[in-house]
């Protein structure tokens, strides 16, 4: 077992693990000092010096216990997650998603943190690596020295893959002749009145919120015809793109592809992915459209929308022109333009140990997207795991580990699990596919689908819960 004498933690990195380890630590009695380089260094991704800051989607996804993405919040939020209740104060119609207001999401946690006794907030860039215990959470885009520790011992420029950003639109650019709200197949945001109430300088914010969801629907879905859909297509084929360096091979996240690498693949591609049309009615025609881009509110004033799977790689003026063949945003006001930025994670299996620690640096461990967890709540939950475990071992108990058959375990597992030499480690989300199997009832040969997924669903919130009971340490 591993102690140090060193009664402060430090936590680099102020996003959505660093931010999660930080509170975690410091709501278990110890001192922490969260150091975060903005805003004296930014990245070529983020904009404000908030913490918790969201510079992809505002979207943590689907919210519904019955998916992945939902049954991972549900355990976040039985193990007290602060980064989810953040979340849940500060959501924006999204149908069953959940998606919060970016700025009013930010605000909140940099509050909870700066406010918090435990928790010392350094704005400075960390050009070494401290001597203490030390939770590394600088994400995807960390540079300087430490970004020169991951590329050079911690796997090279072998391990990285490319992340992107969505264009945000002024709403009163639309043009709602050629759009309509609703949400696929119906389903609107959750009542937003019930928010948790709000607290560390936050009054007010949370229940203004709530009285903004869009009876009509959450989601404004531009339509395109047949004719409009294929010259859309055609034109983003012959876009002009941002290429990457010539020592950089395209490494795309399949769930986050760039619109113009889905419409290479086939002309038909971006009308089964972002731009399908299933589910929507057009209120004009009574039926559903082509193809449609839709649009979720960015924040709770409904003032802004990104376009919902419109992460690109193309050049900005090549937006613009393209985009505008979209109808209803044939005179839209561009907030932000499309990007793409290239993400850096570490071989977790081959270099870190069960508690996220580096093998060859033990007092050092890694959480987030470091680890090779791809997305808001993935790297949520592995800065609460790794706060979590940490605590623990400086408290001279180490932390059992979750169960498998948990959100949190198969994360987990996928992180720390040995792998054969030819075996390339790759990023993940969340999936069902990280899960156990359940067990088929006695006498069938087949599981109904929805009675799987209920099935796997149950066992990992019973699991959860049990094993959160046994090992959440008090404060």
Not at 397 to 425: I, N, Q
Request: glycine share 10%.
């Amino acid at each position: 077992m591993t102690s140090w004498s060193e009664s402060e933690v430090t936590v680099v990195g102020g996003g959505m693990a660093g931010s999660e380890a930080a509170w975690q630590l410091a709501e278990r009695g110890l001192r922490v000092a969260l150091i975060e380089q903005k805003p004296v260094e930014m990245s070529p991704a983020h904009q404000t010096p908030l913490c918790g800051e969201l510079v992809c989607s505002n979207s943590l996804r689907s919210d519904d216990v019955a998916t992945p993405a939902g049954l991972l919040k549900h355990e976040l939020r039985a193990a007290g997650s602060m980064v989810i209740a953040c979340a849940d104060q500060h959501r924006v119609p999204a149908g069953a998603a959940l998606a919060v207001d970016r700025f009013g999401f930010g605000r909140a946690i940099t509050a909870r943190l700066a406010l918090h006794p435990n928790i010392r907030l350094e704005r400075r860039r960390l050009d070494e690596l401290p001597a203490g215990p030390t939770i590394l959470a600088t994400g995807p885009l960390t540079g300087g020295p430490l970004g020169e520790v991951i590329r050079r011992e911690l796997g090279g420029d072998r391990m990285y893959f490319y992340d992107a950003i969505a264009p945000i639109v002024s709403a009163d650019s639309i043009d709602m002749d050629h759009a309509f709200k609703s949400s696929r197949w119906g389903k609107e945001s959750p009542a937003l009145g019930d928010a948790a109430p709000a607290s560390d300088g936050e009054a007010g914010e949370a229940g203004d919120g709530a009285a903004l969801a869009a009876p009509e629907g959450d989601y404004i879905n531009c339509t395109l015809s047949k004719d409009q859909y294929v010259a859309f297509v055609e034109a983003v084929n012959a876009g002009r793109t941002v290429m990457p360096h010539e020592f950089e091979e395209p490494r795309y996240f399949e769930s986050c592809l760039p619109i113009e690498v889905m419409a290479e693949r086939g002309r038909d591609v971006l009308r089964f992915g972002p731009m399908r049309p299933v589910g929507l009615t057009d209120p004009k025609t009574g039926r559903w459209p082509y193809a449609v881009v839709q649009l979720r509110p960015e924040n709770r004033y409904l003032t802004a929308y990104n376009l919902v799977g419109f992460q690109t790689r193309l050049a900005y003026p090549e937006q613009q022109r393209i985009f505008a063949m979209i109808p209803a945003l044939a005179n839209a006001e561009w907030l932000r333009f499309g990007s793409i930025h290239r993400n850096t994670y570490v071989d977790a299996p081959r270099l870190l140990g069960p508690a996220f620690e580096l093998k060859s640096r033990p007092a050092l461990r890694f959480a987030g997207l470091l680890t090779g967890v791809e997305g808001y709540i993935e790297s949520t939950a592995m800065g609460l795991l790794s706060a979590w475990m940490l605590a623990a071992e400086l408290r001279g108990a180490p932390l059992p580990v979750p169960p498998p058959t948990t959100m949190f375990g198969g994360l987990y597992h996928h992180v720390t699990a040995p792998r054969g030499p030819k075996d390339r480690y790759a990023p993940t989300n969340v999936n069902f596919g990280l899960l156990p199997p359940v067990d088929m009832p006695p006498g069938q040969k087949k599981f109904d689908k929805a009675v799987k997924k209920q099935r796997l669903v149950e066992r990992a919130l019973a699991d959860q819960r049990a094993w959160v009971d046994a090992v959440c340490p008090a404060a």
